[in-house]
């Protein structure tokens, strides 16, 4: 027999196929898993009307019953002006009520690093969601240090930018400065969110319509499943600062006479429109449970589309919707019968709503009807209004919120009146719930979709489910914990202290360990310090309060190393590092170096720490180990283990508070104890707002507020010394940034100084002086004494030889 038909042979050839087509077909559900991976809501952040701040506030709304409507803010005098309840009377808006935000001038510009000037300029839309991003990533336990360029994804939906109109005089241009553009120019929100935090991942700006934060949603969840970034923020936002859009809408009879969108109800009859900001915190789902991140639900799957070759652009097209609802589904491998509630876009119109329930039920309805368990729509509309280009992210955090909680809020009030008879209900087998109910226990899983569609055609469907997380290995074990607090300015710490001290005496013992891991590793670190140790939250919060009592002072120049004092090698110091394994396992695990001295070394250098080690007598007093360091002129030693193996836990938390108050940065996410995952209920950092507002004139035709031009309001000096030379250029600085007052301590970046800034700063100067030295000269990073120091001695050295020039 020949070799080609051996036997032996054949079946190796075999088997070597069979093992190459299953990795082929391994390979190929490894790609198809990739596709459809699951993405992970980590955290949320969110200013909603009247004055919704937090996630916990948003759920009691919804468990309520109050609208947000109110009547037209005095700030918008142009809106006011505006209405007329007539309808029809040309240039006019019948509507008066909203869902108006309570405040939005307030802004913390010193701690985003924004001018005043620049803060004045910049769209409050802008302003809220810095504030919102900064908060959804404190909630997701993750850090901002722009050193760090964080690869965070940004996707913002936005329609409308109104606020820079109110510098839009038609006879009067001086109010338009270099911050007109990036203040309010639609593509810029995104960016400065990214260019201020410091992120490298993808930016996007995203306008389609009233879907457009849905849409958001979408390109963060592909570009997380194809890895462009790590974490992705996607958010929308929404205020109503101009007439122009109200009155169009008015115009064409879209809007509700009394500003409520009733959705789903016979008396529907338009919608009504709503302010609003949010933004959600996004991670792949395995990343998250990796590092263990607060899961609050998965987003399973999503799709988008377009109506196409519809009746109308701005039309709702039912079969567009239903391939968006079925795309959504098949990218979740969700079953239709497994849906249990559906966030309806519900804008409360009489053509919007018939065509929306019935691509639901051309793509659900035969499942439904068939598990014998209705489906419950609603829409948030009907309580918030419609927030337009944020009414997809106000859906998404209000979907993430039941499926939390598991409770399915009421989607009408008793008193409503009478559903839409154009939808016909009893076939349907979809019901709009008339108070708050449970999620059906018939169903096995907690599954919720999203609809939204927008003028543009543009329509969006998502589909998420409750998270379940995997079972504990074992309970996470009480024990002492440090606990570190941190902020940019004294009156900031002390509100966030009073905050967290309050979280801790209502929070049981089993959270204390997540509390605690989610302050120390999981919020960036800055200049006033407060580090505490205790063994229960009220020994934490009664030594956060005892803290706050003392001295607040910026914390100085971060040591550059510390000194490991080790005055015994034996047993005792190996029974002080076996207490360490007991109660801190994540950081002792592989420790190298052969003796106790220099595994405490390496130990000590898993907290980013340089560490030198010096042997002998001259240690700690009565200690086999401690650290010593200097800041800022002052030598402090601290003990590490003192012949008592089980006091070395508690001595290892006091030396690194010691040190976090001193200005060092450190790594502590290896503190944690086993099981410990990051808590996404903690108070977020207390913004210090400040009023920054144009105002507007009633008629809309000038714009009111100080000018924005070249004041050119500081004289020269009469000398050319350097004290006068610098009080003048510090002078001309403050008037450029329009500042109460400028630290000189501080730096041009500090001060939040840019590019505009230092065009406008330098041409001033050199409007009155010859400058005779070049940008690259001076380091933006030195305090502005030594900066403007510098520069009056280039002023005064030039003109000096200037003179000689003209003597000569």
Not at 25 to 37: M, N, T, V, W, Y
Request: aromatic letters at 6%.
């Amino acid at each position: 027999m020949s070799d080609g038909m051996n036997p032996d042979v054949i079946r190796t050839l075999m088997e070597d196929q069979l093992r190459l087509s299953q990795r082929l077909r391994a390979r190929i559900a490894e790609l198809e898993d990739e596709r459809h991976a699951p993405v992970a809501v980590v955290g949320m952040g969110l200013r909603l009307p009247p004055a919704i701040n937090t996630p916990e506030e948003y759920w009691e709304f919804l468990r309520g019953t109050d609208t947000a409507l109110a009547d037209i803010p005095e700030d918008r005098p142009g809106l006011r002006a505006a209405y007329d309840p007539v309808p029809g009377r040309a240039g006019r808006s019948y509507v008066r009520h909203a869902g108006f935000l309570g405040e939005i001038a307030r802004f913390d510009a010193d701690f985003f690093g924004i001018s005043q000037r620049e803060a004045r300029l910049l769209d409050p839309q802008q302003r809220m969601l810095l504030e919102t991003s900064w908060e959804a990533l404190e909630r997701a336990g993750v850090a901002v240090c722009r050193a760090d360029r964080l690869d965070v994804g940004i996707y913002l939906g936005m329609m409308t930018s109104e606020y820079s109109e109110r510098n839009e005089g038609r006879s009067d241009l001086s109010r338009i400065d270099p911050y007109y553009v990036t203040g309010g120019g639609l593509s810029f929100g995104a960016g400065r969110v990214s260019h201020l935090l410091g992120f490298s991942g993808p930016v996007m700006g995203v306008e389609t319509a009233c879907s457009s934060s849905m849409t958001t949603l979408h390109l963060a969840i592909q570009g997380l499943r194809n890895r462009e970034c790590r974490y992705a923020l996607a958010g929308g936002a929404n205020l109503l600062l101009s007439a122009a859009l109200m009155v169009a809408l008015c115009q064409t009879r879209a809007l509700s006479a009394d500003g409520r969108s009733k959705s789903f109800l016979a008396s529907a009859d338009g919608y009504g429109r709503g302010e609003g900001v949010g933004v959600v915190a996004l991670m792949r789902l395995d990343d998250a449970e990796r590092e263990g991140r607060p899961v609050l639900a998965v987003i399973r799957g999503s799709a988008v589309n377009h109506d196409g070759a519809a009746s109308g652009l701005t039309a709702p097209n039912g079969p567009a919707q239903q391939e968006v609802i079925r795309a959504a589904l098949a990218d979740a491998r969700i079953d239709p019968a497994e849906v249990g509630f559906v966030e309806a876009h519900g804008t409360g119109t009489v053509l919007g709503d018939p065509i929306e329930i019935g691509a639901l039920d051309g793509v659900l309805g035969k499942a439904v009807r068939g598990r014998g368990t209705p489906l419950s729509i609603g829409s948030v509309k009907s309580r918030l209004g419609h927030l337009e280009g944020a009414s997809g992210i106000a859906s998404v955090m209000k979907t993430v919120l039941m499926l939390q909680h598991g409770v399915i809020p009421a989607a009408a009030a008793p008193d409503d009146g009478e559903l839409n008879p154009h939808i016909p209900w009893d076939r349907l087998k979809f019901t709009v719930p008339r108070q708050n109910r449970p999620w059906p226990a018939e169903l096995p899983r907690r599954v919720a979709g999203i609809n939204s569609f927008g003028m543009s055609g543009v329509n969006v469907h998502a589909v998420l489910e409750a998270y379940e997380p995997a079972a504990e290995a074992g309970e996470v074990v009480a024990r002492p914990e440090l606990l570190t607090l941190s902020a940019k300015d004294p009156g900031a710490l002390a509100r966030l202290a009073q905050q967290v001290a309050g979280h801790l005496e209502r929070a049981d013992a089993a959270a204390l360990s997540a509390v605690c891991h989610t302050l120390r590793a999981g919020r960036a670190p800055f200049a006033h310090r407060i580090a505490v140790t205790g063994a229960t939250g009220g020994e934490l919060a009664e030594a956060l309060r005892a803290a706050l009592a003392g001295e607040s002072a910026p914390a100085p120049a971060a040591p550059r190393s510390v000194t490991l004092d080790v005055t015994g090698e034996g047993d005792r110091l190996e029974a002080a590092l076996a207490a360490l394994d007991r109660a801190f396992p994540a950081l002792t695990e592989g420790l190298s170096g052969d003796g106790p001295g220099e595994r405490l070394q390496s130990l000590l250098e898993r907290f980013g720490l340089r560490v030198q080690v010096r042997r002998g007598p001259e240690g700690v007093t009565g200690a086999l180990a401690g650290i010593a360091w200097e800041a800022a002129g002052v030598r402090r030693t601290v003990p590490l283990a003192d012949g008592h193996p089980d006091t070395a836990p508690a001595l290892l938390q006091a030396a690194l508070g010691a040190l976090f108050v001193t200005g060092a940065n450190l790594r502590l996410d290896a503190l944690r104890a086993p099981g410990t995952r990051f808590a996404g209920d903690l108070p977020t950092y207390p913004f210090q707002g400040k009023r920054y507002w144009i105002e507007e004139s009633a008629g809309g035709d000038e714009p009111g507020g100080r000018p924005q031009g070249d004041l050119q309001g500081v004289p020269a000096p009469l000398t050319l010394d350097q004290d006068s030379l610098v009080g003048y250029l510090l002078a001309q600085l403050q008037d450029v940034l329009q500042a109460d007052e400028i630290d000189p301590e501080l730096s041009f970046l500090d001060i939040g100084g840019d590019s505009f800034i230092s065009t406008l700063f330098i041409t001033r100067v050199e409007e009155r002086f010859e400058v005779g030295m070049t940008a690259d000269q001076l380091s933006l990073d030195m305090p502005l004494r030594d900066l403007l120091g510098k520069l009056a001695e280039s002023i005064a050295a030039t003109s000096e030889a200037n003179q000689r020039g003209w003597s000569g």
